[in-house]
């Protein structure tokens, strides 16, 4: 511990940032067996819990910055306790009272959010750059769909082609779709790394902007936006019809609207993300789309509600992670043991995370890793 603080004075800071129910945690230690840093370093969220009870808590300690929001301690705590609510509420005191500082990579991209409303700090102008000459259209109040693309999708090149994959196969079902102008981050990555008044101020622009622009129903491709838009935006009074890509697409197929003529080949081995998973218990669409496509699935160990995080959330997306904490690595070497020649996902932030893995792993040349609009486009 490197910064202590009055018993009182802590658990009331503490608690006040949303972590009353610290109360409920009664140190059975299933939280720490069951997180996927258990096998890396020594973090143990049972033993936070309690200092944090105590008001002992070290606010400049980097484990409070670990937690990756996986959801897994939270399916198995025998009490209920909201292991993230806790987790983003010592964040909040960290945060939001000025005792300490995030990570240096992290507070990098906070600022970016502050200034540019992206966590990389592009122009927002920019953000819809991606779909220059696809003939998406602008989106008016008589538009069936918003297409929202996360900003890795819209400002990240190696990310790109997600977008302008989900473009192409909904206009060859002919879904009505279109973008719009003026629309920031989802705030998910600040809500998560502790900075609730930034999330606020993002998510009630967003808000604003989609009522005012007449948008009914919303279209992302990143579970982390699908999560945020269902589950916290209606705080704000912002609740929209949210559909994740693999969601609708799989729709499509069933409806016969979306027909996929180009039978992929070969075996596909297929990564739960757990924004979509574990937190929104979607399993089924992106499997049936898969099996849609004409290629042979063959499931990796963990799979569904067990699936390794890449380790990408809770707002370590933008933080540095030493290759020896990388849970991909891992992830990547159980994909490869199926005998697939490709990782199909269904998340920018586990696609960019796999993707920048493998170039230090000794994986055949034939393998790869594509997101599920990646596929399907293939498919057409």
């Known amino acids: 511990m490197t910064a202590r603080a009055p018993f009182q004075e802590v658990v009331?800071?503490?608690?006040?940032?949303?972590?009353?129910?610290?109360?409920?945690?009664?140190?059975?230690?299933?939280?720490?067996?069951?997180?996927p840093w258990?096998?890396?370093?020594?973090?143990?969220?049972r033993k936070m819990f309690q200092e944090a009870r105590l008001g002992l808590t070290g606010f400049e300690s980097d484990a409070i910055w670990r937690c990756v929001t996986c959801n897994k301690c939270v399916q198995r705590c025998p009490r209920g306790v909201p292991?993230?609510?806790?987790m983003r509420a010592l964040r909040r005191s960290v945060i939001g009272m000025g005792i300490a500082e995030a990570p240096a990579a992290l507070s990098g991209a906070?600022?970016?959010?502050?200034?540019?409303?992206?966590p990389m700090g592009e122009a927002g102008e920019n953000r819809n750059a991606w779909a220059e000459n696809l003939g998406v259209k602008a989106f008016d109040e008589a538009t069936e769909y918003l297409l929202f693309p996360c900003c890795y999708t819209a400002f990240d090149p190696a990310m790109k082609n997600i977008g302008l994959s989900t473009a192409r196969v909904l206009s060859?079902?002919?879904?009505?779709?279109?973008?719009?102008?003026?629309?920031?981050?989802?705030?998910?990555s600040a809500r998560k790394s502790g900075d609730e008044e930034l999330f606020m101020q993002l998510a009630s622009g967003n808000i604003q902007l989609f009522k005012d622009s007449g948008v009914r129903r919303i279209v992302v491709n990143s579970p982390h936006c699908y999560h945020t838009l269902v589950n916290e935006y209606p705080e704000l009074d912002g609740s929209?019809?949210?559909?994740?890509?693999?969601?609708?697409?799989?729709?499509?197929?069933?409806?016969?609207?979306?027909?996929?003529?180009?039978?992929?080949?070969?075996?596909?081995?297929?990564?739960?993300?757990?924004?979509?998973?574990?937190?929104?218990?979607?399993?089924?669409?992106?499997?049936?789309?898969?099996?849609?496509?004409?290629?042979?699935?063959?499931?990796?160990e963990p799979a569904g509600?067990?699936?390794?995080?890449?380790?990408?959330?809770g707002g370590r997306i933008w933080m540095e992670t030493p290759r020896s904490e990388r849970f991909c690595e891992e992830r990547l070497k159980q994909a490869a043991a199926t005998g697939a020649?490709?990782?199909?996902?269904?998340?920018?932030?586990?696609?960019?995370?796999?993707?920048?893995?493998?170039?230090n792993l000794s994986l055949s040349e034939n393998f790869s890793v594509i997101d599920i609009s990646e596929l399907i486009a293939r498919a057409l």
């Open 12 to 35: 009331e800071l503490i608690k006040e940032s949303g972590g009353s129910a610290l109360a409920e945690c009664f140190q059975c230690g299933t939280c720490s067996a069951t997180c």
């Open 83 to 86: 292991i993230i609510e806790l």
């Open 341 to 359: 020649d490709t990782l199909v996902t269904a998340c920018p932030y586990c696609l960019s995370n796999f993707r920048d893995t493998a170039l």
């Open 110 to 118: 906070l600022r970016n959010l502050s200034a540019a409303r992206n």
């Open 305 to 313: 509600t067990d699936s390794l995080c890449c380790g990408g959330g």
């Open 172 to 188: 060859a079902a002919g879904v009505d779709f279109g973008i719009l102008e003026g629309i920031s981050c989802c705030g998910e």
């Open 38 to 45: 258990r096998d890396y370093i020594s973090f143990l969220p």
């Open 240 to 300: 929209f019809e949210i559909i994740h890509t693999s969601q609708l697409m799989a729709r499509l197929v069933d409806q016969g609207r979306l027909l996929l003529p180009a039978a992929i080949t070969g075996k596909i081995t297929y990564h739960d993300p757990c924004y979509l998973g574990r937190h929104n218990d979607i399993y089924d669409e992106p499997r049936r789309l898969i099996a849609a496509s004409g290629a042979e699935l063959v499931e990796m």
